[in-house]
Nanobody, 115 residues
Framework: QVQLVESGGGLVQPGGSLRLSCRAS????????MGWYRQAPGKQREWVAA???????NYADSVKGRFTISRDNAENTVYLQMNSLRPEDTAVYYC?????????WGQGTQVTVSS
């Protein structure tokens, strides 16, 4: 089983930046991809971005050009750099890892974009 711990959320003004981190531990050798979802109040969970072990990245249209996902395999960590943040980016952000056909999830970190 894979354990995931996120950090880096907080309150930021519109137009600002935040970087989220997610460190994996446990059975990490079979992880094939890692990424992020988010869930805003009263809305369904929305996929945000993902990166495969081979370095292929994909983004939701709503964040393309503003968010960047990256992985540090030596540290078993995935990052989400969020720039030009908007109030509609406010949500709880969840890290996930795919391993042996199953997804493991972090506990979530709150991101609030407000003036």
């Amino acid at each position: 089983q894979v354990q995931l711990v996120e950090s880096g959320g907080g309150l930021v003004q519109p137009g600002g930046s935040l970087r989220l981190s997610c460190r994996a531990s446990g059975r990490i050798n079979n992880i094939t991809s890692m990424g992020w979802y988010r869930q805003a109040p009263g809305k369904q969970r929305e996929w945000v971005a993902a990166e495969t072990n081979g370095g292929t990245t994909n983004y939701a249209d709503s964040v393309k050009g503003r968010f960047t996902i990256s992985r540090d395999n030596a540290e078993n960590t995935v990052y989400l750099q969020m720039n030009s943040l908007r109030p509609e980016d406010t949500a709880v952000y969840y890290c996930y890892a795919n391993s042996l056909g199953r997804a493991s999830w972090g506990q979530g970190t709150q991101v609030t974009v407000s003036s």
